[in-house]
């Protein structure tokens, strides 16, 4: 893993959460003051929607991994400099975890993990991407329902197809 003693942001580190291997890794923002309190990923409301939206396909928070692109708060917002920063932690963690479909969630992840599809998370939502080592699945993130309830429709929709994803990552990953 990467450190966080050179970082001058010196904030309040929230470990990732989940089984390690595990084939299916959601990757988050950024935490907030609810992840800071408790030292988890996605507990507050944002969170809460993400479990509503996971159950809805049948899984549960203990069977993934879930991470953030950036791992402390405070953090600064917009984030391109912690996303620089916090890359090799996040590269780190997913070489341990080896997953095989990473649910990529808005905008911050997007630009960590795949910095250079020159897509917005609104163009790029609901493609499944393979960089010749695992896929990718970039959904908008559930705090955008949140913010925008008009979107729950939608968002329902491209977590319906996180269960097809996986099964093309398990064929794809046999290829390798
Ligand atoms: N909480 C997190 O841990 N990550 C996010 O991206 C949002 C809320």
Not at 40 to 57: N, T, W
Not at 73 to 100: G, S
Not at 120 to 134: E, F, H
């Amino acid at each position: 893993m990467g450190s966080c003693q050179d970082c001058p942001n010196k904030g309040i580190l929230v470990p990732p959460d989940g089984p390690v291997p595990c084939p299916l890794a959601f990757v988050g923002e950024a935490p907030g003051h609810h992840e800071a309190r408790q030292g988890k990923p996605f507990v507050g409301p944002a969170g809460i929607k993400l479990m509503s939206l996971m159950a809805d396909i049948g899984l549960e928070r203990k069977e993934v991994y879930i991470t953030n692109s950036v791992k402390c708060l405070p953090n600064p917002t917009p984030h391109p400099e912690a996303i620089e920063r916090c890359r090799p932690m996040l590269q780190a963690e997913l070489d341990a975890v080896k997953p095989i479909l990473i649910v990529v969630l808005g905008g911050v992840a997007l630009q960590s993990l795949l910095p250079n599809t020159g897509k917005t998370i609104s163009a790029i939502r609901g493609r499944i991407i393979w960089d010749g080592r695992r896929l990718y699945l970039p959904l908008l993130h559930p705090a955008a329902v949140l913010h925008n309830p008009g979107l729950a429709k939608e968002m329902k929709a491209d977590f319906i197809r996180i269960p097809g994803a996986l099964a093309k990552a398990v064929v794809m990953s046999k290829r390798r």
